[in-house]
């Protein structure tokens, strides 16, 4: 029987300001299974969605995630990271999102952005009964140790460190890939779509590694990545990938 893969929503997409409200709800409506989003912690230990710890009130006062208290954070107007020019957003907690990506039964992609976020994060998890609804990603070889260290029972992707496949032959960066994701008890590769090829689709299935590649765009190239039999593809045009999918079924 043939598999299609799992569609993951970027933050951000269809438009949407990345690590917003309103992003979450696209995302949960856009018959996306999979949902990214962000994670940073503040100084007082409180996760948050952002890619970055360096935030910008739309005055241009520079503030870091790290060093700052979720109570101050929290009333802050902060520039939109992809949102229209001039539109600023409040940074979420984690924990005030939950409700809704708990009612959607999506699978919640938590991108971790720093070391600081892993010990909390497993806590999280773990607290809310969320060991089935989480992957983690933003995990390199250190990182993903770190997490198989904390808690063994997370869930995990291993982000592939593109600047192997620049340096080495392709069997060479596969294969340190692959052992890399292993002995980090990881259960799949996430992967910039530009390195991924027959050699490391075909070695990950040896080693019954799911592949999950991002961010995809154009429609053909979707097409092309399910064909190839990817595990998930991550994009901002959750739409067209919805479509996509519906259309390679028929």
């Known amino acids: 029987m043939k598999t299609y893969p799992l569609l993951t929503a970027h933050t951000g997409c269809m438009g949407t300001p990345d690590n917003s409200l ?19 912690i503040t100084s007082d230990g409180v996760l948050v969605l952002s890619h970055d710890d360096h935030v910008y009130t739309a005055d241009g ?63 999280f998890v773990e607290e809310n009964g969320l060991l089935e609804m989480v992957i983690l990603s933003g995990c390199e070889t250190r990182r993903a140790h770190d997490v198989n260290r904390t808690d063994p029972r997370l ?12 340096t080495l032959n392709e069997r060479e960066a ?5 052992e890399d994701a292993l002995s980090a008890k990881c259960f799949g590769l996430n992967v910039n779509y530009r390195i991924v090829g027959p050699e490391l689709i075909q070695a990950a ?13 154009s ?11 990817v595990r998930s593809i991550t994009s901002r045009n959750i739409s067209a990938l919805v479509q996509v999918r519906e ?3 028929r």
């Open 22 to 40: 309103l992003s979450i709800k696209t995302a949960v409506h856009s018959g996306a299974d999979i949902v990214e989003e962000d994670i940073l």
């Open 155 to 166: 869930r995990k992707l291993l982000n592939v460190d593109t600047s192997l496949f620049l």
């Open 61 to 123: 006062t520079e503030f870091k995630i790290s060093q700052i208290s979720y109570a101050e954070l929290s009333l802050l107007d902060i520039k939109a990271h992809n949102g229209a020019p001039g539109e600023t957003i409040r940074i979420l907690s984690l924990e005030s999102v939950m409700p809704i990506l708990r009612a959607s039964g999506k699978i919640m992609n938590l991108d971790l952005k720093s070391d600081a976020c892993v010990e909390p994060v497993s806590r």
């Open 219 to 229: 429609e053909d190239e979707m097409k092309h990545f399910m064909e190839m039999g």
């Open 205 to 217: 299935a040896r080693h019954e590694l799911d592949v999950y590649i991002w961010t995809v765009h």
């Open 174 to 178: 596969v294969r340190i890939s692959c």
């Open 247 to 249: 259309g390679a079924k």
